[in-house]
């Protein structure tokens, strides 16, 4: 058979990188962040849970990164705004965002649906993001201009999801 074709790791890199990723402590957010640090960024997993943001971030060291993981909600403008500069103070500027937080608590017909639970999903999966681009963008616009975002998403983004109309 054919040789395997080699990829370059200096190709995937994110040596002297610092990433910021929302959602980490759990399934995809996680796995971002361990893939993150195993490509060389020191990266800042954030997430509501303290427990599981510290397993991910032990997670992230056992894949060779550095972590420092900061517990934040990403519908608070001002936990948001004080996990930045916590990060920045350990870790240098971030030029590295991966808004991965969002909830779908909502399984059912959109005629039942409160308005309570509909602003909330909003808060977090569309405000949130916004929040931490925002965030991000100010600092990196007070800097070289330089960095990548990364915004999760899901099929419900491109096509109607039954029972799922919020998310």
Partial sequence: ????????E????????????????????????????????????VARSTDAL???????????????????????????????????????????????AGINPYFGNTGDLDVETWEEIFAVNATGTFRCTREFGRRVHERDGSGAVVNVGSVGSLRGLPYQAPY
Wanted: hydrophobic share 45%; glycine share 10%; no cysteine.
């Fill in 1 to 8: 058979g054919r040789p395997k074709p080699r990829m370059d």
């Fill in 54 to 100: 510290e397993d991910t971030a032990e997670r992230i060291r056992e894949a060779g990164g550095e972590a420092v993981p900061v517990p934040a909600d990403v519908t608070d403008g001002d936990e948001i705004r004080a996990a930045f500069d916590t990060a920045e103070a350990e870790l240098g500027p971030i030029d590295r965002l991966v808004n991965n």
């Fill in 10 to 45: 200096d190709a995937f890199s994110l040596t002297d990188s610092v990433a910021l990723v929302t959602g980490a402590s759990r399934v995809i957010g996680e796995a971002i962040a361990v893939a993150f640090g195993r490509a060389g960024a020191a990266v800042v997993p």
